[in-house]
């Protein structure tokens, strides 16, 4: 019988998207990975040795030819990596036109839209990006699957991919050009501006004394909660707290409290958690007055808002 070729994937920039993806895209069988590019050998090595698959090189130009390319590289650096990979291809073009394969290149960038990689051509050319936060390739490898990706691009590399994600138990969206830049801004605000939070919020019990430690196992629960609150009420009915519920003495104090914390901060500190608190407060009032606060009161915390009360340093405890 005969068992077809599998197909080969090299990876230019294989950090702890291209890991994963590559590890798991070989355990299944999806994909013979190739050479892997990193910005130095040691780094493609250390690549190589989690995968379990490929070999190392030193630069693009000694990568040998392959059916899909993937450039996991930062944004910024997508479009100069596919201009030095453009050389790679040109190169290859008579063995392709020969046998009639055309590569497909790809990137995993949810900003940017598969145009990046336009000096690739006439290689099919798409972005596919997976929801799913990459902090840690050995979690990732357990937890990638259910997540979505977002495709754009030639339909045919389209195609291709989301058979290969489907293969990771995946599910594949597809967007337009046009949607990337706010579809990704919207996944940032969700996923990355959490953590920012979290840690804020931590700086906060810091200040009151707590230890790192203990404020993360005391705001675990809650944290998950709310957000399985979110999801399964949508952030009106989840929005609970002193300013859901009205409680303007509340929110002044906070704010006072967190107007002494800046006094012991340096000079070049980032801005003062009170001002942050204020920015966020405004951004939930329009939430909170949907899911039923009064409009007059929703009117004093806008003014508590744009103009904070100076509060005694007594009345500032946390």
């Known amino acids: 019988m005969h068992t077809p070729k599998l197909r080969t994937l090299n990876i230019i920039g294989a950090g702890n998207l291209g890991r994963t993806l590559a590890r798991l895209w070989s355990e299944r069988g999806v994909f013979r990975v190739g050479n892997i590019c990193n910005r130095t050998l040691a780094s493609a090595t250390d690549a190589t040795a989690f995968i379990g698959a490929g070999a190392p090189v030193a630069d693009i130009q000694s990568m040998a030819p392959a059916d899909f390319w993937l450039i996991a590289v930062a944004d910024d650096h997508i479009e100069a990596v596919a201009a030095e990979l453009a050389i790679r291809l040109q190169s290859a073009n008579a063995e392709a036109q020969s046998t009639g ?28 990006h997976p929801v799913h936060s990459f902090a840690d390739p050995e979690r990732s490898v357990n937890s ?18 989301e058979g290969m ?3 990771l138990d995946c599910t594949s969206i597809t967007l337009s050009p046009e949607q990337k830049v706010l579809y990704h801004t919207g996944s ?21 004394g707590i230890d790192e430690n203990t404020a993360r196992k005391l705001l675990e629960p809650i944290v998950l909660q709310t957000a399985k609150n979110n999801f399964a009420l949508g952030p009106e009915n989840a929005l609970t707290g002193p300013l859901a519920r009205g409680d303007l ?3 002044t104090r906070q704010l006072g409290a967190l107007t002494e914390v800046a006094k012991t901060q340096p000079q070049a500190a980032p801005p003062p958690l009170a001002d942050i608190y204020r ?3 405004k951004a939930a009032l329009p939430m909170a007055t949907r899911a039923g606060l009064d409009s007059a009161v929703a009117h004093n915390f806008q003014t508590l808002f744009d103009n904070p009360p100076q509060v005694n340093p007594s009345q500032a405890k946390l």
């Open 249 to 251: 003495q509340t929110v």
């Open 165 to 167: 994600f489907a293969q």
């Open 279 to 281: 920015l966020l407060g």
């Open 101 to 128: 394969a055309t590569p497909v290149v790809f990137h995993c960038s949810g900003a940017l839209s598969s145009s990046a990689l336009t000096a690739c051509a006439p290689a099919k050319i798409a972005s596919a």
């Open 144 to 161: 990638l699957a259910g997540t979505f990706v977002a495709l754009e691009g030639d339909a045919l590399a389209r195609e291709y991919l």
């Open 188 to 208: 940032v605000i969700a996923c990355n501006y959490l953590t920012v939070l979290m840690d804020l919020s931590l700086q906060t019990f810091a200040a009151a």
